[in-house]
Nanobody, 120 residues
């Protein structure tokens, strides 16, 4: 019905940058809030950043001033630009979206996750 596909993860040195992308496809009428979450090994999944359909962002304190979330509504895509990466940013990053489908339902969807590893 609705699929979220992430890309852009990888290995980066401390202080480096990466940009994650997540494209939503399927029976979409409207994409509402989109966001990025992460889960480090042995820890619970946590919110990184969210953005409303109007473009208003919100961030976890741990990533403020280092990460920027944005979206391209025409492409049904959300981005996460990450700068000044730290080893503690290492995690699997998941895209999330609240989608109103053409069937008239509103559901929450997750991507499959992309690994980000920050290490020298």
């Amino acid at each position: 019905q609705v699929q979220l596909v992430e890309s852009g993860g990888g290995l980066v040195q401390p202080g480096g940058s990466l940009r994650l992308s997540c494209t939503t496809s399927g029976i979409i009428f409207r994409i509402n809030v989109m966001g990025w979450y992460r889960q480090a090994q042995g820890k619970e999944r946590e919110l990184v950043a969210v953005i409303t359909s109007g473009g208003s962002p919100d961030y976890a304190d741990s990533v403020k001033d280092r990460f920027t979330i944005s979206r391209d509504n025409a492409k049904n895509t959300v981005y996460l630009q990450m700068h000044s990466l730290k080893p503690e940013d290492t995690a699997v990053y998941y895209c999330n979206a609240w989608v109103t489908t053409t069937l008239g339902t509103t559901n929450n969807y997750w991507g499959q996750g992309t690994q980000v590893t920050v290490s020298s």
